[in-house]
Nanobody, 121 residues
Framework: VQLQASGGGLVQAGGSLRLSCAAS????????MGWFRQAPGKEREFVAT????????SYADSVKGRFTVSRDNTKNSVYLQMNSLKLEDTAVYYC???????????????WGQGTLVTVSS
């Protein structure tokens, strides 16, 4: 099982980027596909997640209204569209997959390598 994140880069504040996460090795139709980020010197934090089958989404307050998660079944891929980027969005972004657990938070078992997003002024 592999998750391959890509699409990071350098962008000016106010700009946009789209991150991709290509999944292989299994289908994730019953999984949550999450995006996390880790800024320099900070802990990794949740950004957004989407339940693959019904595309229910959830976002951190810090990105709500600016970031959008989507998926493409035909490419077995998940995307994070990031608009109106701010300096504080600078971080390494990771995609992850986790199965739902009744009465418990999602445990993300599969992780991709990170992709660096740098927002400049």
């Amino acid at each position: 099982v592999q998750l391959q994140a890509s699409g990071g880069g350098l962008v000016q504040a106010g700009g946009s980027l789209r991150l991709s996460c290509a999944a292989s090795g299994r289908t994730f139709s019953s999984y949550f596909m999450g995006w996390f980020r880790q800024a320099p010197g900070k802990e990794r934090e949740f950004v957004a997640t989407m339940f693959w089958s019904d595309q229910t989404t959830s976002y951190a307050d810090s990105v709500k209204g600016r970031f959008t998660v989507s998926r493409d079944n035909t490419k077995n891929s998940v995307y994070l569209q990031m608009n109106s980027l701010k300096l504080e969005d600078t971080a390494v972004y990771y995609c992850a997959a986790g199965a739902p657990r009744p009465g418990a938070p999602v445990k993300y078992d599969y992780w991709g390598q990170g992709t660096l997003v740098t927002v400049s002024s």
